[in-house]
């Protein structure tokens, strides 16, 4: 469907058209005609589905422009979120003149309420600073007509859930209520129960999830081999932007380090990174600087970067949504992508329930050898080579270089040329990392599990067309634990933003652990990283 069929003023239809949006997604076609009526609407589709344009196309189109104070609040569990739907909403609403602030915590709060004064139509915060602002009344929410609980089942798996209901009392009664969500967990349910009215519930169906347009394989490796395993794919498959995901803040540090010490470009991204610092990392990532960006899941949240061929899941997640979420970062706008994820012998049963999830069964991979990493490290280099020589100039170095013709033969200069190119010394640089904690073992009724083996090797690497060598692994989690981590909403321990002594992961406790437990689900894993 095309957007000038959703009753959408012409304004808007200029600025879909300068963001090179063509037809409506599903949840688009689907939600915008609902919010347009003033309806309240639980959304549920997966990450990559288009869905702040969802919501963001009608507050845009029921903005009040000559009322500068904020009609339209919109929640986001993580900063690298409100950031991105911020960006969105202003360039939707540029032809408008609309006035979008962010608020979220790790940043200046006197550069926000400075923003908050000079008037800000539309808000967008996490649950924590969003709450800072209500109690210190920097932020006047009597006008919000419309408020937007964004990636709503990841809040309330951060520990947001009391948050969320704080901020839903501390807006008008009189409001249309949006909420967005990949799954309905029972938490969720109740808020549109307790807080939302006859909301009408649209659902995204599997078949129009980003998996379809994804390959997915995996790689069943004993864990202290599985960076020596992953650096040999990297070098077969030769992906141009791919995002790897680590299960805690720890791994992410550590495999960037190895990454880089085995001549890759890669940067990582976690929740102790400061916002300067994190926002450089994905701007560089963005124009293509960086190759691979190492992430926890929480900090890679929102993230949408068109171009991603490869998502590699280092570490498998424990919960199957987030690794719908995960390879949701490739696949996008059409394009195809891979998924090559990496599974221990104890982890089998973690991929079972990703693969009841996805409805789609994952293709073993087979290892490359280092005679293959080292040829496809070659070929690589070939490509630069001949970059090389179209930009050489002899002459700045001819007495040099006529020294070096005289000495050698050709076929060994090139040789020499190639092989410095290649990095083929820093494939083998020793490096090792730290263990982490493995994730529990499932218990079934009978006793089940573990029985699609690792003897299943594919040996012609899953019969992919990518240079005779496409992968897929089954890896990360949502930060395994750690979303205890300046991923949820950059809370410290300074300002009493963050709740808990750090014992209880998500659990809100006043240091004995006896406080709330998370409402959501039930994650055992609680690593320390």
């Known amino acids: 469907m095309k957007f000038a069929e959703l009753g959408l003023s012409e304004d808007l239809l200029t600025a879909i058209t300068k963001q090179g949006y063509e037809e409506a997604t599903p949840i688009q076609e689907k939600t915008i005609p609902l919010i347009l009526e003033g309806k309240d609407v639980i959304g549920q589709a997966q990450t ?66 400075n923003g908050l004064k000079h008037g800000a139509q539309v808000v967008v915060g996490t649950p924590g600073r969003l709450l800072d602002h209500i109690k210190r009344g920097t932020v006047d929410l009597s006008n919000v007509k419309t408020l937007v609980l964004d990636e709503a089942d990841e809040m309330l798996n951060m520990g947001f859930l009391e948050d969320i209901e704080s901020i839903l009392k501390a807006v008008p009664d009189q409001r249309q209520t949006l909420l967005f969500s990949a799954t309905m967990p029972p938490a969720i349910k109740r808020i549109g129960v307790q807080f939302m009215k006859d909301p009408v519930h649209v659902q995204i169906e599997a078949k129009e999830l980003t998996t379809d347009l994804v390959e997915q394989y995996y790689v069943k490796v004993r864990e202290n081999e599985k960076f020596d395993t992953l650096t040999r794919i990297l070098d077969v498959q030769n992906p141009q932007l791919a995002i790897m995901f680590g299960r805690t803040k720890r791994r992410v540090d550590e495999l960037t380090r190895g990454l880089e010490l085995r001549g890759y470009n890669a940067a990582g991204i976690h929740g102790d ?14 124009n293509g600087e960086i190759s691979i960006l190492v992430a926890t899941d929480v900090a890679a949240r929102g993230l949408d970067v068109s171009g991603v061929d490869y998502v590699y899941n280092f570490d498998i997640p424990q919960d199957s949504e987030s690794y719908v979420h995960r390879i949701g970062r490739t696949g996008r706008a059409g394009h195809e992508g891979t998924s090559v994820t990496f599974v221990t012998s104890a982890e089998m049963d973690y991929l079972k329930d990703i693969e009841k999830l996805t409805k789609k069964r994952m293709q073993p991979l087979k290892p490359a050898t280092k005679e ?33 013709a005289e000495k050698y033969d050709a076929k060994t200069l090139a040789a020499a040329l190639l092989g410095s190119v290649a990095d083929i010394t820093d494939m ?35 019969g992919g067309s990518r240079g005779g060598y496409r992968g897929g ?57």
């Open 48 to 113: 990559g589905t288009g869905k702040t344009a969802a919501f963001g196309l009608p507050i845009l189109e029921m903005l009040d422009e000559n009322n500068s104070k904020p009609q339209a609040l919109i929640v986001s569990p993580t900063r690298e979120l409100a950031i991105q739907t911020q960006d969105e909403i202003f360039k939707l609403g540029r032809d408008k003149h609309v006035r979008v602030q962010a608020v979220f915590g790790g940043a200046d709060i006197r550069r926000q309420i």
């Open 273 to 286: 990174l400061t916002q300067q610092k994190r926002s450089q990392v994905l701007k560089q990532f963005k």
């Open 372 to 404: 293959e990493a080292i040829a496809g490290r070659l070929s690589q280099a070939s490509d630069k080579v001949d970059k090389l020589i179209k930009q050489a100039n002899p002459e700045l170095a001819e007495n040099e270089v006529d020294a070096l």
């Open 428 to 462: 083998d640089a020793p490096f090792s990392l730290s263990r982490e904690r493995p994730l529990p073992r499932k218990r079934y009724g009978n006793g089940g599990g573990g029985s699609r083996g690792g003897n299943r090797r594919n040996g012609n690497g899953g």
């Open 473 to 529: 692994s089954r890896g990360g989690s949502r930060d395994g634990g750690n979303r205890r981590s300046g991923d949820r909403d950059g809370r410290r321990s300074n300002g009493g933003e963050r709740r808990g002594n750090g014992n209880g992961g998500d659990r809100r406790s006043n240091g004995n652990g006896g406080g709330q437990s998370r409402r959501s689900r039930d994650f055992v894993i609680k690593n320390n990283d």
